[in-house]
């Protein structure tokens, strides 16, 4: 069983930026996708982004696009959010997953282990 850790979030002004850091426990690191979803209060879990376990493939969810970027350091067991031009829209509680595949999934039914999340507050 994976166990995953995330940190970096807080309260941020509008515009601007925060990394989020997801730390997993485990020798297998490498071999599996990571996804980053949210749930803002009275909605569902949405997903925001993955990427594969080389690194090399990355997705985003549209609203997202062009301002968070996905990164990975297999070295470090460590998976990364960069979210910058913050809107008050992005306010929820972010979390990490480890996917049961080798690339990431949109699909909350494709991951095994999930973070207990980490706030974000993106104020106007």
């Known amino acids: 069983q994976v166990q995953l850790v995330e940190s970096g979030g807080g309260l941020v002004q509008a515009g601007g930026s925060l990394r989020l850091s997801c730390a997993a426990s485990g020798r297998t690191f490498s071999t599996y996708g990571m996804g980053w979803f949210r749930q803002a209060p009275g909605k569902e879990r949405e997903f925001v982004g993955g990427i594969s376990w080389s690194g090399r493939t990355t997705s985003y969810r549209d609203s997202v696009k062009g301002r968070f970027t996905i990164s990975r350091d297999n070295a470090k067991n460590t998976v990364y959010l960069q979210m910058n031009s913050l809107k008050p829209e992005d306010t929820a509680v972010y979390y990490c997953?480890?996917?049961?595949?080798?690339?990431?999934?949109?699909?909350?039914?494709?991951?095994?282990?999930w973070g207990r999340g980490t706030q974000v507050t993106v104020s106007s």
């Open positions: 997953a480890a996917a049961l595949y080798g690339s990431s999934s949109v699909s909350r039914d494709d991951y095994k282990s």
